[in-house]
């Protein structure tokens, strides 16, 4: 649960888990109902948005006591919906509980968990991978031998632009925030060039050095000084897609952009984009990324929590960078 809305940087105690008694059952005439057993839970940057109290993003803000809820993967207990049955495995917008009644069966759809792990459905085959789909081909339309730059370039969304870019034929430059993560993205993600930007006094000229021939594409998903220093180093008629912009969320990290008139001089493009605009596209990206999964062509990491307990510690981990790869909460193991 929430505790309190939160305007400085998130501490575990802003959340708080509870016990409860519960019944594993339907109301009756609750035409429709399914009820769940929560499997995995994704922990997704703009939640932490929804944890400030105001209504600046695209979801109203959680109210304070309320449940958190979320992307998840689950499997059907019980079913008033002829869509899903017991023993079924559903990719949810669930509950941060360890069983939820979902309305309607609204939002589950049933996911092969013979095809890739099931926790995949919150990543790579889920709304990360799908981010990185369209931010890189709807919004950048990438042509071959371009350089692109991907700030938190090992993260959830991040690690799958930088591969998808690589089988584009791009030049692929990275930034994270520790050595592992950029060794992650040199030696396993196939990046052609990585920095760790917490490391740099310089990021003007750190940019300038791993993209010698300049930035044509920057998929942001930090935004303030990253995003500063990549405006000195755009191309002319560069375009930038924003995806998010985390160094904000957490406010009192907040730091500056002072290059922003260089859109002007460089005609760059800078488009905001929210994946959940192109759905229509959602069987092509799941074409194309269980093509890349089987053949391996993509890998995806992932950072495990286990247990409700440990829901808020692994939120904050999200935030501060200290996870690697996609974080996602073990719920229960089927
Ligand atoms: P990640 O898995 O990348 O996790 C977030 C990471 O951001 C952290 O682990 C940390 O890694 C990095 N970070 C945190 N604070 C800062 C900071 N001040 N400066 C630079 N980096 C920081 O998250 P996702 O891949 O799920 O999300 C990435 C971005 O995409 C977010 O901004 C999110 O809001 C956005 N998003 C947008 C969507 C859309 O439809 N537009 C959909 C999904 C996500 P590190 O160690 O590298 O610092």
């Known amino acids: ?3 309190n809305y939160v305007s400085t940087v998130l501490k575990e105690t802003d959340m708080e888990v509870q016990s409860c008694d519960i019944i594993l059952d339907l109301k009756e005439g609750s035409k429709d109902d399914v009820l769940v057993k929560n499997l995995y839970l994704s ?22 006591g309320q449940v958190l809820e979320g992307f998840g993967v689950s499997k059907v207990v019980l079913s008033n919906n002829p869509c899903f049955k017991p023993g079924d495995y559903v990719s949810s917008w669930t509950m941060w509980e360890e069983y939820s009644v979902i309305a309607g069966g609204e939002r589950l759809e049933v996911v092969d968990p ?98 010698p021939r300049g930035i044509d594409m920057y998929f942001e998903n930090v935004g303030g ?15 930038i897609a924003v995806s998010g912009m985390i160094s904000q969320y957490d406010t009192d990290k907040k730091d500056g952009v002072f ?29 194309l990324m269980t093509g ?9 990491f992932e950072d495990f929590a286990q247990g409700l307990d440990n829901a808020p510690n692994a939120f904050c981990r999200l935030m501060s960078g200290e996870k690697i790869g996609k974080q996602i909460i073990t719920v229960a193991e089927d």
């Open 1 to 3: 649960k929430l505790k």
């Open 43 to 64: 922990c997704d940057p703009y939640m932490r948005i929804r944890m400030s109290g105001q209504n600046i993003s695209h979801s109203p803000p959680f109210k304070v």
């Open 114 to 211: 013979s095809f890739a792990p099931l926790s995949y459905y919150l990543g790579a085959l889920g709304m990360p991978g799908f981010t990185a789909y369209v931010g890189l081909f709807e919004i950048l339309k990438p042509k071959g031998g371009e350089t692109i730059f991907v700030s938190a370039a090992s993260g959830a969304v991040g690690q799958m632009v930088g591969q998808l870019a690589r089988e584009a034929g791009l030049f692929v430059v990275g930034s994270a925030g520790s050595k592992q993560k950029v060794d992650l993205l040199r030696n396993k993600l196939g990046y052609d060039a990585a920095f760790n930007y917490k490391e740099e006094d310089d990021l003007v000229s750190a940019l300038r050095t791993h993209c």
């Open 225 to 239: 000084k990253v995003l500063d220093a990549v405006l000195e180093n755009m191309n002319s008629f560069g375009r």
């Open 259 to 287: 290059n922003l008139y260089k859109i002007i001089s460089r005609r760059i493009t800078i488009q905001g984009f929210l994946q959940s605009d192109y759905v229509h596209l959602w069987p092509k990206f799941m074409e």
């Open 292 to 300: 890349y999964l089987n053949a391996s062509k993509v890998v995806y």
